[in-house]
């Protein structure tokens, strides 16, 4: 890849980001919710609520609440997105794919970048490691949702 693609596709990345973050999708709360989970990101001072509904093995919606820099904001939008329709295992195993592809920690698996799509716009800021807690703290919100039992008190998660 030349030099002026990459910075072409680190532009479109960077819009992504900031349309996400500036807009979220998503926001807001479930009547329906059948899982929360807050998190809680200290470093950055974002903070989120998840809520799912959960039925038959998938996520049939899932919206979020809180505040927090752009790229948290943008990930939970995102994400939310994402994993709306899909099932549980399989959002389960998007968030090992995430959390490798900014973190490094792991080999990448066979389609990990097919797997995340839009996504992967996330991979910048694997460079700057206080980022990556901002761009995780709404998957580890959604690992500890999807581990909760139900939707009273919900458990306080840290990316620590
Ligand atoms: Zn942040």
């Known amino acids: 890849m030349t030099g002026q693609a990459a910075a072409d596709l680190r532009d479109l990345y960077q819009d992504v980001i900031l349309d ?3 807009r979220p999708r998503n926001f807001g709360t479930l009547a329906a919710a059948s899982h929360r989970a807050a998190g809680d990101n200290p470093l950055c001072g974002d903070r989120l609520t998840l809520a799912l509904e ?5 996520v049939a919606d899932a919206a979020f609440e809180g505040a927090g820099c752009a790229i948290s904001v943008a990930s939970a939008s995102l994400m939310t997105d994402r994993i709306k329709g899909m099932g549980v ?3 389960e195993e998007l968030f ?6 900014l973190t490094g920690e792991g080999a990448a698996a066979a389609g990990d970048l097919e797997a995340l799509g839009k996504l992967a716009v996330f991979s910048g800021v694997r460079e700057y490691p206080i980022r990556v807690k901002c761009a995780t703290l709404p998957w580890h919100t959604l690992m500890a949702a999807l581990a909760g039992e139900g939707a009273e008190a919900p458990p306080e998660v840290s990316t620590e």
């Not at 959960?54 to 998938?58: F, L, T, Y």
């Open 89 to 91: 295992a399989e959002a």
């Open 54 to 58: 959960v039925a038959g093995g998938r």
């Open 96 to 101: 090992h794919r995430f959390h490798r592809l």
């Open 20 to 22: 996400h973050g500036k």
